[in-house]
């Protein structure tokens, strides 16, 4: 798929975020209590909430923790939080999405529009970039769990779209609308995936200066660090050079 490689950089991003793991865990409740929220609070029953608690574990969140997010959707200790997405363009013209939940629509906008404007960025509205991205299904599964040609032959048998397989894992890219049988279908043959959620994959990739890239590393930074903030999906690519300074920081 295009862009593909550019999720090097987003990766290496969220791997600097998993350092901090206390506002890891918060997004990853967060998520729990919104799929709960819209859906059944059993995960056999709820595909979207089996998705985060796989997530959560991965993570090694608190058996707990998990259980008091799922609490969180119902009852007296629910939370009126609401999913809400943005789109705008960084520095270098870079079409960015931040998807958020927020018990306050007005603050995280201000406070995600205030973001964009410091770093030579500026908001739009919504699916002001979103025609430049796909959404996709993307299903993980840990190198271990097969050969690359078992895992492309899995692929077909499943209907997945492609098989990705890398030094650390195998992903099987969905089109949105089949993800969940996909899904089903893999967990059945190869059991429970690492990781199984949708993504906003860049269909062209924006190659950085590097002026312009230190600049959207300190937008990706801010955003990474509001506590409404989910994901932060973009089409650039930094440089060699940049990607080498930020990784000896």
């Given amino acids: 798929m295009a862009g593909h490689s550019q999720f090097k950089n987003i990766m290496f991003r969220n791997g600097r975020q998993d350092k901090e793991r206390s506002k890891m865990f918060s997004k990853l409740a967060r998520e729990i209590t919104v799929a709960a929220k819209h859906g059944l609070p059993d995960p056999a029953h709820n595909p979207r909430l089996r998705a985060a608690i796989i997530a959560a574990r991965a993570q090694n ?11 969180k959707a119902t009852g007296a200790d629910a939370e009126n939080i609401e999913e809400v997405r943005y789109e705008g363009y960084g520095p270098g013209g870079v079409a960015l999405i931040v998807e958020a939940m927020t018990d306050n629509r007005n603050r995280t906008a201000s406070d995600i529009r205030a973001a964009f404007s410091k770093y030579g960025g500026a908001l739009g509205e919504t699916n002001s ?61 190869l059991g429970v995936p ?11 990739i924006v190659p950085l200066n590097d002026d312009s890239g230190e600049s959207l590393v300190k937008l990706l930074d ?5 506590d409404d903030v989910q994901n932060v999906y973009g089409n650039y690519e930094l440089s060699d050079a940049l990607m080498r300074k930020l990784e000896a920081a």
């Fill in 61 to 71: 969140m608190a058996k707990d923790n998990i259980e008091r997010a799922i609490r």
């Fill in 129 to 189: 970039v979103a025609f430049q991205f796909n959404r996709v299904g993307v299903i993980a599964y840990p190198k271990s769990a097969g050969s690359d040609d078992a895992m492309l032959e899995s692929a077909i048998e499943a209907g997945a779209d492609e098989c990705v397989s890398d030094e650390q894992a195998h992903e099987f890219i969905a089109g949105i609308e089949n993800f969940g049988a996909v899904r089903d279908a893999l967990e059945e043959k």
């Fill in 194 to 204: 690492q990781s199984a959620k949708t993504e906003w994959r860049p269909a062209n």
């Fill in 222 to 226: 801010v955003l990474d660090d509001h």
